[in-house]
């Protein structure tokens, strides 16, 4: 056989080359008896034989054997049996047609109840997790396991206790319970995880809120239910918005107070709901909780909760129906509460303790010192604080004395309470909690205010706050932030009521706090705290703000206040005024402080001759104009609004001239610096320069172009009209006309660019507002009368003219500009030009010497210039023959300078004398070389 394959090869023309030339591989042998894990009993776990579930559809569905019930019973028994430790996730689909078909019997005419057991043990299989062959099965089946588990709330239509007893168990432990023991040889159960996310993406939550319609009279089933919805909305985003599709918060809440002897049914409720209300849409909860019925249960509930429970449980429902309650008053401002009267109840229950009543509610009821009391104490201020929106709640409120209840806190603490006393830890909490509340309330209720006169207690409060009673605070909660061992937190709450207090405009209350002394209290308050040595945080920051708005809110256009703000008030907003920029990034509330200062210079300062001069004393204005350099843009509105008001006094506009800032700039330039960046803002169409570049729109911003014009009702404003009042260029146009256009020092020649735009911003307004007419009348199909028509297009031709004009001077201006550079430039040039002709004749000069110390011909010729100069510059013509003659040089010296005789001589380095020289005797005179010198010099001169 070797040599015929040898042969076949050879004469094989299909072969190559190479593999005729090459020998072969040997070949491996095949084994045919292959040994698994399975053989040598490796495998651990129950062997899952494959079962042809097809058959079992087909004999339950073949109408030749769909009488055949013995025989169906024994494939089910047999499925159940085959199936125990859980169903593959290949074979879902025919399980569940086996169900749906099993429950049609069961829900069919002819009723079969034989096939109840049989479900339930297949449903009971569906408890286990699911198992899969691979791990990719996860992904490839996940869309028929999440449409199977979705079967399973469908099997809810089943009239049937068991199989809904069954399916709700099902639910629970698939989604809740980890996994068993599930043994199967080559298989594995599905993950917990894997599981919730399969319940998810079902539609199965829907259904069950759906299924609670058909079991109002069986309340075990009912429960079952809501367990199974409890487990679901527990930490599940998907499953409670796919509840609140189905109106679960309406169904659910309907039925609260329902009879139920187990006592399970409201708890279970209100914990679906409280589940929703964390995980689900807030918004979309309190809608569906919107109606009489619900607010009717919730009430019921929470009523029968606070007067029947006294376990710790039940305390703590009653306190989680109040929180439900108030989300739904949080975001349903219309919601039913006085219609059902939940709100007068509330009112009760808030100030039965302080308040006498003789309700048969509140005879036998008592709130303890326990947390969950203490808890309901703050919940009950909370939800009629936000009730309060309703303006139908307000009477409500008012009837029930609920101002008097909570100014029964504001008062002085104590550090020890009665037996049954709240503790002062929680009097504090409660009495800050409260004035928090009043900080909403009185503005509502003035009338009550002054009925339980609210000034004398919060005046009282501040006295004692800023006295030397001995108090620690306990600082808890955010309200007592920054409290602890201290009396701030009570002070800090007491300035924020006064606040809100004054903010309202009451006239009485003003005038009540006035007569009671408080602007006299405020600025010793603020004048002590000035003088503190100790640094400022965040809470001390917040309370001066607060002192220095109360004070601008009482002063605000009342002579009489403003002189008792006085010559003090202004000595402590100064000090304000004077604080440091650096601080104002500081996180700690600097810019409402310095704000605060600002505002009460407008409001207690500007407008009275005393308070105003003093403050002019005191270079106020330097310090609004220093402020207006440095703080940020959001600032500069309300510092010119205060420096406008103050030019009223002819006294400020000296100042405003005097003042210099950073790089000796004027005031009028710094105007004309904010100007530019208003416009840059707001997207003013302007040259390079600064200058007109659209003569029809010389004012107008980008975003009023991007707007247009919009036909509006005569009762409001245009946006030509608004933007007055958004930006401030009117202001800055009217503190310039305060000021003068003219003799303004330290402006550039952009400055007088702005100025000229500046100055027509009156006549460019009104121009905008006719523009805005003719297109709005355009936009409406009106056309304007004949000689109405003439007057507008003479209005806008003379508009657009004085803009050219304006841009023509503006040209001018840097045009002018232009030629005094050139100017300048040539100046400077010619005096570089000077700089180098002097450095040249310095050269010549130089070389002029040099030559004249070179050759004796130029030193004589030099020096018969030099005497012909001398005799010109004297008067006489004949001086030589005078009497008193004297020589102007000495004789024989060959230079052409004027010399003396005294000479300088320059010191010899010691590097050539190799030491100092010996000093001078004069005694000895000097040594003996000099001396022969001098017998030398005296023999020649006797010669």
């Known amino acids: 056989m070797a040599a015929i394959e040898t042969q076949q090869h050879a004469f094989n023309p299909m072969l190559s080359t190479t593999q005729a030339i090459m020998p072969e591989k040997p070949r491996v042998p095949i084994v045919a008896h292959i040994i698994t894990d399975d053989d040598i009993g490796v495998l651990k776990g129950?062997?899952?034989?494959?079962?042809?579930?097809?058959?079992?559809?087909?004999?339950?569905t073949d109408p030749h054997s769909v009488h055949l019930i013995d025989r169906h019973l024994n494939a089910l028994q047999r499925l159940v049996k085959h199936y125990q430790k859980g169903f593959p996730m290949k074979d879902l689909v025919q399980v569940f047609k086996i169900l749906n078909v099993c429950s049609d019997r069961v829900a069919g005419k002819d009723e079969e109840p034989l096939f109840e057991k049989i479900i339930c043990d297949i449903l009971k299989i569906c408890s286990q997790p699911f198992l899969k062959e691979k791990s990719s099965d996860e992904l490839v089946f996940e869309q028929i396991v999440t449409e199977s588990v979705s079967q399973l709330g469908y099997l809810m239509r089943v009239p049937s206790r068991d199989i809904r007893k069954q399916i709700c168990d099902t639910l629970v432990a698939f989604y809740s319970e980890k996994p068993t023991n599930q043994d199967v040889q080559k298989l594995q159960a599905t993950s917990l995880s894997y599981n919730k996310t399969v319940i998810e993406n079902s539609d199965v939550s829907e259904t069950l809120v759906k299924s609670l319609a058909l079991l109002e009279k069986d309340v075990d089933i009912k429960l079952a239910v809501l367990n199974v919805l409890q487990h679901f909305s527990k930490g599940s985003a998907k499953n409670c918005d796919?509840?609140?599709?189905?109106?679960?918060?309406?169904?659910?809440?309907?039925?609260?107070?329902?009879?139920?002897?187990?006592?399970?049914?409201?708890?279970?409720?209100?914990?679906?709901?409280?589940?929703?209300?964390?995980?689900?849409d807030q918004g979309q909860l309190a809608e569906q909780l919107n109606n009489l019925s619900c607010i009717s249960q919730l009430r019921d509930a929470f009523v029968y909760q606070l007067t029947q429970g006294y376990s710790h449980y039940g305390r703590q429902l009653r306190n989680d129906l109040l929180v439900i309650a108030m989300l739904v008053a949080a975001?349903?401002?219309?919601?039913?509460?006085?219609?059902?009267?939940?709100?007068?109840?509330?009112?009760?229950?808030?100030?039965?303790?302080?308040?006498?009543?003789?309700?048969?509610?509140?005879?036998?009821?008592?709130?303890?010192?326990?947390?969950?009391?203490?808890?309901?104490?703050?919940?009950?201020?909370?939800?009629?604080?936000?009730?309060?929106?309703?303006?139908?709640?307000?009477?409500?409120?008012?009837?029930?004395?609920?101002?008097?209840?909570?100014?029964?806190?504001?008062?002085?603490?104590?550090?020890?309470?009665?037996?049954?006393?709240?503790?002062?830890?929680?009097?504090?909490?409660?009495?800050?909690?409260?004035?928090?509340?009043?900080?909403?309330?009185?503005?509502l209720m003035i009338e009550d205010y002054m009925t339980c006169q609210g000034s004398t207690r919060l005046l009282l409060l501040l006295e004692w706050c800023v006295g030397e009673e001995d108090f620690g605070g306990h600082g808890n909660s955010f309200h007592g932030k920054g409290g602890r061992g201290n009396k701030r937190g009570q002070m800090r709450h007491c300035l924020r009521l006064l606040r809100s207090v004054v903010s309202t405009g009451d006239e009485s209350v003003l005038q009540d706090l006035s007569d009671q002394g408080v602007i006299n209290q405020i600025i010793t308050i603020l004048k002590n705290a000035i003088r503190s040595e100790t640094e400022d945080d965040a809470v001390d920051i917040e309370m001066q703000s607060d002192m220095l708005l109360i004070l601008s809110c009482l002063c605000e256009g009342d002579m009489h206040r403003k002189e008792l703000f006085g010559t003090e008030g202004v000595e402590v907003v100064i000090h304000y005024l004077r604080t440091n920029s650096s601080f104002l990034n500081s996180g700690l509330g600097h810019h409402r402080l310095l704000l605060s200062a600002v505002d009460c210079v407008w409001c207690a300062v500007v407008g009275c001759y005393l308070t105003e001069d003093y403050f002019l004393e005191k270079e106020g204005v330097f310090l609004l104009i220093d402020l207006l350099e440095v703080c940020p843009k959001n600032t500069h509105n309300l510092i010119l609004g205060c420096l406008l008001d103050l030019c009223e006094n002819p006294k400020t506009i000296h100042h405003i001239h005097t003042w210099r800032g950073k790089d000796n700039c004027s005031a009028a330039h710094l105007f004309c610096e904010v100007y530019r960046n208003e416009e840059r803002d707001m997207g003013v169409k302007r040259d390079k320069d600064g200058a007109i570049s659209d003569v029809t729109k010389p004012l107008m911003g980008a975003l009023q172009e991007y707007q247009g014009v919009v036909p509006l009702p005569a009762s409001n404003p245009s946006q030509s009209i608004v933007d007055v009042s958004e930006n401030m260029r009117a202001k800055l146009y009217s503190l310039f006309c305060k000021i003068g256009w003219s003799d303004l020092s330290g402006l550039s020649v952009e400055d007088h660019v702005t100025l000229v735009v500046l100055e027509k911003y009156l006549d460019f307004k009104m121009g905008e507002v006719w523009t805005e007419i003719i297109q709005e009348l355009n936009a409406e199909n009106v056309r304007p009368v004949t000689p109405d028509m003439e007057a507008i297009e003479a209005i806008s031709r003379g508009i657009e003219e004085r803009a050219k004009i304006v841009a023509g001077t503006q040209y001018e201006l840097l045009e002018a500009q232009q030629n005094q550079d050139a100017l300048d430039e040539q100046e400077f040039y010619a005096e570089i030009r000077e700089n180098h002709r002097q450095k040249e004749k310095a050269m010549n000069d130089f070389t002029d010497f040099v030559a004249r110390t070179s050759?004796?011909?130029?030193?004589?010729?030099?020096?018969?210039?030099?005497?012909?100069?001398?005799?010109?510059?004297?008067?006489?013509?004949?001086?030589?023959?005078?009497?008193?003659?004297?020589?102007?040089?000495?004789?024989?010296?060959?230079?052409?300078?004027?010399?003396?005789?005294t000479v300088a001589v320059e010191s010899t380095p010691?590097?050539?004398?190799?030491?100092?020289?010996?000093?001078?005797d004069p005694k000895l005179g000097t040594t003996q070389p000099r001396k022969i010198l001098k017998q030398k010099l005296t023999t020649m001169s006797t010669k």
Not at 52 to 58: A, E, G, P, T
Not at 400 to 417: D, I, K, P, Q
Not at 910 to 920: Q, V
Request: aromatic share 8%.
């Open 46 to 60: 129950t062997k899952l034989q494959p079962i042809n579930l097809s058959r079992v559809v087909k004999l339950l």
């Open 242 to 280: 796919q509840m609140l599709r189905a109106d679960a918060a309406t169904t659910v809440c309907s039925r609260l107070m329902d009879p139920d002897p187990t006592g399970q049914l409201l708890f279970r409720s209100v914990d679906i709901l409280w589940n929703m209300l964390e995980n689900g």
């Open 331 to 443: 975001k349903c401002p219309n919601a039913p509460f006085v219609e059902t009267g939940f709100a007068k109840q509330l009112t009760l229950f808030a100030t039965f303790q302080e308040v006498k009543s003789h309700n048969a509610l509140v005879k036998h009821l008592k709130l303890m010192k326990s947390h969950e009391d203490f808890e309901l104490k703050k919940l009950l201020f909370s939800i009629l604080v936000t009730l309060s929106r309703d303006p139908s709640v307000v009477p409500v409120l008012s009837e029930g004395h609920l101002m008097l209840a909570l100014f029964s806190f504001v008062r002085a603490n104590e550090n020890t309470s009665g037996p049954r006393e709240w503790t002062p830890a929680q009097f504090e909490e409660i009495q800050l909690h409260a004035m928090s509340c009043l900080c909403a309330l009185v503005p």
């Open 855 to 901: 050759n004796f011909q130029l030193l004589k010729a030099a020096k018969k210039r030099q005497a012909l100069s001398i005799e010109a510059s004297l008067m006489g013509n004949r001086y030589r023959e005078q009497e008193n003659f004297h020589e102007a040089e000495l004789k024989n010296i060959h230079t052409t300078a004027i010399s003396n005789k």
């Open 910 to 920: 010691l590097s050539l004398t190799g030491g100092p020289l010996a000093k001078y």
